[in-house]
C-alpha cells in the first residue's frame, strides 16, 4: 500500500480509462483492472473488500431484475411483426408526402421505442424493414441512414429503456419518475427530427421524393383499418407497461414482466411464436444481460474506489470552480458527457460518471431528476458520434449490400440529427416543465 494523494488517484484512474479505452480491450475487463490495480495500490488487501461490496449490492438490486424482463421483452416483441405491419400502414398514410418514408420511419422508431427499449433491435429493425423502401424510391443515402439511426436511438430514452432502468439506481431516483420524466423529451425529439425532414424535403424535394400514387391506390377504409390494427397491439403493451407505472398500480420490476407476458402473447397472436422464437428470445436475453451486468459490476466496482479514494470531492471541486457559475458547471458535465460518449459505452458512463456528478447537481440548485435527464437525452448523442458509434455500426451491418450504402454515407447523415438533440437539450433547459410536469402527475 502507498500513500496517494485523492489528486493522485483521481488521475491516476481516469488516466487508467482512458488509456484503457484506447486498447480496445472488453470494457468491463479494462475498467475491473484500472479500479482493481489503483485500489490495490491505494488501500491495499483492504480494496478486495471494498470491490465484494459494491458488486453484492449491484447484482442484489431488486430494480435491476427489469433490466432481463425488458430485454425479453423488446426482443419477444421484435419477432412478432408488428414494426413490418406498422410501417405498411403508414407508408400509405404519409408515401405520398415529399419525406414522407422518412418521417414514417422516425414514427416508426418512436412507437417502437415505447414497446422495444433495445438499441441493436430498434435500429436493426428499421434498417430492415424501412432503408430498402427509402433508398429503392430515390431517397438521398445520408437522410435515409440518418433517420434510421435517429428513429432507431429513440428507444434508449422513451421508455420503457433500459438505460433509465440502470440510471435509476447509480442516481437514486426513482425509475418511476424518470420513465415519465423521459417521456416528454423524447417526443420533442421525435418532433424536432420530423418538422427537420419535413422542412428539408420542401427546399431539396429531390432527396425524398413522394412515393407515386399508384403505389399508394388503397381504398380509404381499408387503410384506416391497417393503421388502427397496427397501432393496437403497441398501444396495448404500452398501457400494461408504462400505465401502471403511471397509475402506481405496480412498480417498474413487476410492470416489466407484465410487458414481457404481453409481448409473448402478442407473438402467439400473430402466429409468430414458436419453439425457436422462444429458444432466441431467450439466450439473446442472457446474453444481453450478461453483458450489462458484467459492465455494470466492474464499473460500479470501479466508482467504490474512487469515490473511497477522494476521487468524488476532487471531481466536485473542480466542477464547482467552473467559471460562470451553476450554468458554467452544467455546460461542462454536458461537455464531458458528450466527449465521453465517443469513446465509452453508455453503461460505462452511466456506472462510472453518474454516481460522481449526481451529487453534484443538489449543490448547484438544480432538481435531481432534471439534471438525470439532462444526461440521458446528452446520451442519445453517443449513438450517433463516431467511433463509438453503435446505431452507425447497426444500420451498417443491417443495411443489404445492393443497397451500396457507405459508412460515409450515414456519418453524413446523422450529423444534423445530432445538431437536433442539442437543440433538444436547449428547449429542455429552457423549459424545465418539458421533463418535470408529466413525472408530477403520477399517482403515488
Not at 80 to 94: F, N, P, V
Not at 214 to 231: C, D, G, I, N, Y
Not at 234 to 248: D, E
Request: with cysteine; net charge neutral.
Amino acid at each position: 500500500m502507498i500513500e496517494l494523494s485523492a489528486e493522485t488517484v483521481t488521475i491516476m484512474m481516469i488516466a487508467g480509462v482512458l488509456v484503457g479505452v484506447m486498447t480496445g480491450y472488453h470494457l468491463a475487463l479494462m475498467i475491473g483492472s484500472v479500479g482493481l490495480i489503483v485500489g490495490y495500490i491505494a488501500f491495499g488487501s483492504t480494496v478486495l473488500d471494498i470491490l465484494y461490496t459494491r458488486i453484492f449490492d449491484l447484482v442484489t438490486n431488486y430494480i435491476l431484475l427489469a433490466v432481463p424482463l425488458f430485454i425479453f421483452m423488446g426482443i419477444m416483441l421484435e419477432r412478432s411483426g408488428i414494426a413490418e405491419r406498422l410501417y405498411d400502414a403508414l407508408y400509405l398514410w404519409l408515401g405520398g408526402f415529399r419525406g414522407g418514408l422518412a418521417i414514417t420511419t422516425v414514427l416508426i422508431g418512436t412507437i417502437m421505442a415505447a414497446c422495444v427499449g433495445i438499441i441493436g433491435a430498434s435500429v436493426t429493425m428499421l434498417a430492415i424493414v424501412a432503408l430498402p423502401a427509402m433508398l429503392r424510391r430515390g431517397y438521398s443515402k445520408p437522410l435515409a441512414s440518418g433517420s434510421v439511426c435517429a428513429g432507431g436511438t429513440l428507444g434508449i430514452l422513451i421508455p420503457p429503456s433500459i438505460m433509465l432502468v440502470v440510471y435509476g439506481p447509480m442516481a437514486l431516483i426513482s425509475v418511476g419518475k424518470l420513465f415519465m420524466a423521459a417521456f416528454v423529451p423524447g417526443l420533442v425529439l421525435s418532433g424536432l427530427y420530423c418538422c427537420y425532414i419535413g422542412i428539408r424535403s420542401l427546399f431539396q424535394p429531390h432527396i425524398a421524393p413522394a412515393v407515386p400514387a399508384e403505389e399508394r391506390t388503397v381504398p380509404f377504409l381499408k387503410k384506416t383499418a391497417m393503421l388502427v390494427t397496427s397501432l393496437v397491439p403497441p398501444a396495448l403493451l404500452i398501457l400494461s407497461v408504462l400505465g401502471v407505472i403511471f397509475f402506481g398500480i405496480a412498480p417498474p420490476t413487476e410492470a416489466a414482466a407484465v410487458g414481457a407476458l404481453v409481448a409473448t402473447i402478442l407473438a402467439i397472436a400473430y402466429r409468430r411464436f414458436s419453439w425457436q422464437v422462444l429458444k432466441h428470445t431467450a439466450l439473446e436475453t442472457l446474453r444481453l444481460t450478461s453483458a450489462v451486468l458484467l459492465i455494470a459490476a466492474a464499473s460500479y466496482a470501479f466508482t467504490g474506489v474512487f469515490l473511497n479514494a477522494g476521487g468524488g470531492s476532487v471531481v466536485k471541486e473542480a466542477i464547482l470552480a467552473t467559471p460562470g457559475g451553476r450554468w458554467g458547471a452544467f455546460g461542462v458535465i454536458m461537455f464531458v458527457c458528450f466527449i465521453l460518449g465517443m469513446f465509452i459505452d453508455w453503461m460505462g458512463i452511466i456506472f462510472i460518471v453518474v454516481p460522481i456528478i449526481t451529487p453534484i447537481a443538489p449543490e448547484l440548485g438544480f432538481d435531481p431528476l432534471w439534471f438525470a435527464m439532462m444526461i440521458c437525452v446528452n446520451l442519445q448523442m453517443s449513438f450517433m458520434t463516431p467511433p463509438f458509434a453503435y446505431a452507425i455500426f447497426f444500420t451498417r451491418a443491417a443495411a443489404p449490400p445492393e443497397l451500396g450504402l457507405t459508412t460515409a454515407d450515414i456519418i453524413r447523415g446523422v450529423i444534423p440529427f445530432v445538431i437536433l438533440i442539442a437543440v433538444g437539450l436547449g428547449l429542455c433547459v429552457v423549459f424545465p416543465e418539458l421533463i418535470l410536469w408529466l413525472p408530477g402527475k403520477m399517482i403515488k
